[in-house]
Each structure stands twice: as C-alpha cells, then as structure tokens.
C-alpha cells in the first residue's frame, strides 16, 4: 500500500477550520473503485461517423496492474471500432448512496485499447472467468477475443471539489484500499447502531455540534461524515489514531476513539 498523499484538490468542508487530515491519493480511489465494480462504459471512435465517440456498456476485469481487460466479439461495433484506432476510454461510477449521481465517485481512464497477444491469453482468460464467470458459455467460441487497455491516464472525481488527473505510473503502483470489500458493512452498523458515537466525534475532532449524522465513507486512514447542524448540513473527515487494515481493526479503533472523547 502507498503511503498516503493529500490530493491538490479536497472534500468540500463547511466547518470551522482544519489540521491537515491525511486520505487516500486520487490514484488509490481510482484503484479502489474499479476494484469494486465490474461493468463500466467504453467509448470508442466511430468508424461510420468518423471522430464522435461511441458508448458501449462493458464488462471488465482487472490485471495486476489495474489494466482493465475485455471479453468482445469481432461483431461488435466497438471492436470494430478499436481495430480501427485502438484509442478509448473507460468511465467507471460507484452507485449514489444519497439520490445524487453527482456526488458519487467516478473515474474515466483513457488509453489504448489492444487484443491481447496468444501467449498472455491464458492467463488472462483466468483472470476474466474469475470476475465474470457466465462467460465461460462464450469465452471459447471463435468470435471472442480478448482486449486490454494500455492506460495512458486518468481523471479522478470524489464527489463535489475533489477531482484531479492520476498519472498512470502512480494508478498502477497503487493498491485497491483494504476496507474495500467491507466498507459498505461498516457503513451500515455505523449508521443503524452508532449515530450518537458519530455525533460525539464530530464534536471531538472537528468542532461541529451536529443533531444527526451519518458516516458515507470509510478507508483505512479515516472516514467521512455528512452532519445535520443548526446552520444546514456540513461535511467533515475524521482520521484514524492508526491505520487500519480489516473491518476488525476499524472497530477496534473506532471504540478507542469513541471512549477517548467520552473521557
């Protein structure tokens, strides 16, 4: 894992002014999200009408290096569309958690995209049937092949003020962040069980006297808040007192800090 890095640009935050709360690079959140998700839209360039782009909804899975790879078939236009010019990009999104798609996480990465040469098809066959395993009825037949993106860079949106360009080299060093996969059930217990013990840190640790809250993201250096205040709704970060790794260890911290604050 990277060490962590505060991006040019940050969350949009309404309170009282802040230390330095250290996140995730752009390039980890990037990583993260398309860890997460499977189906994204590929553009191509059009052949019938030369230099407009052309969406297609496409599954994908991802190598070691973050390198999304396709399953297609030679009918399809937009593998018609690569063999042509293989130049295309990758929009990924996570799901709104609050009703507002433009709040919601996203990343477009732009590259090449290439048929994948005999002697890697093995395993990236395995690494595609791992993700997406129907394909499997189809992934033999004569008309499929599979394609890779060779990315050349990245553009990164968090949600409202955070955005910026990932370097490919920094995307591909970096690793999808280890409360990925559980971060949507410590949401959940968060929210259903805890909202006091959320409210009493956002006193603690950012001076926000808040009526309600609730946590919207959680990674392993710290989570976001979305508090109902007097003055309307507000936002803040909260760092861990450590890293955390598993779902265990946020608990385990979270209790710690939470008894702090009481004390």
């Known amino acids: 894992m990277s060490s962590a890095a505060t991006p040019p640009r940050q969350h949009a935050y309404t309170g009282p002014e802040l230390p330095h709360i250290p996140e995730p690079t752009h390039a980890e959140r990037s990583r993260t999200l398309l860890y997460l ?5 590929l553009s191509t360039l059009s052949r019938k009408q030369s230099g407009f782009p052309f969406g297609s909804l496409m599954p994908y ?3 070691a290096a973050g390198r999304p790879i396709f399953l297609i078939s030679n009918m399809a236009m937009h593998t018609q569309n690569l063999k042509a010019d293989p130049r295309a990009s990758l929009f990924v999104t996570q799901p709104s958690s609050d009703g507002d798609p433009l709040g919601a996480a996203r990343v477009t990465l732009v590259g090449n995209v290439l048929q994948v040469p005999d002697e890697e098809k093995s395993a990236v066959r395995e690494l595609y049937l791992a993700r997406h395993e129907n394909s499997r009825y189809w992934v033999d037949f004569t008309d499929f092949s599979f394609f890779r993106m060779e990315v050349l860079d990245l553009y990164y949106v968090g949600g409202f003020g955070v955005m910026g360009w990932v370097p490919s080299p920094d995307y591909q060093q970096s690793q999808p962040d280890p409360l990925a996969e559980s971060a949507a059930g410590i949401l959940q217990h968060m929210n259903a069980d805890h909202t006091d013990a959320m ?3 956002a006193r603690t640790h950012s001076g926000i006297e808040a009526t309600e809250a609730a946590m919207t993201a959680v990674d392993r250096l ?3 808040l979305r508090l109902k205040t007097a003055d309307g709704f507000k936002g803040t970060r909260i760092a861990f007192t ?3 790794a598993n779902a ?11 008894k702090a604050a009481r004390s």
């Open 37 to 41: 998700n499977s189906i994204a839209t």
């Open 61 to 63: 899975a991802l190598d």
């Open 199 to 201: 409210i009493l840190l």
């Open 222 to 224: 710290g989570f976001h």
């Open 242 to 244: 450590r890293e955390v």
């Open 248 to 258: 265990t260890e946020t608990r385990t911290v979270l209790v710690e800090m939470v």
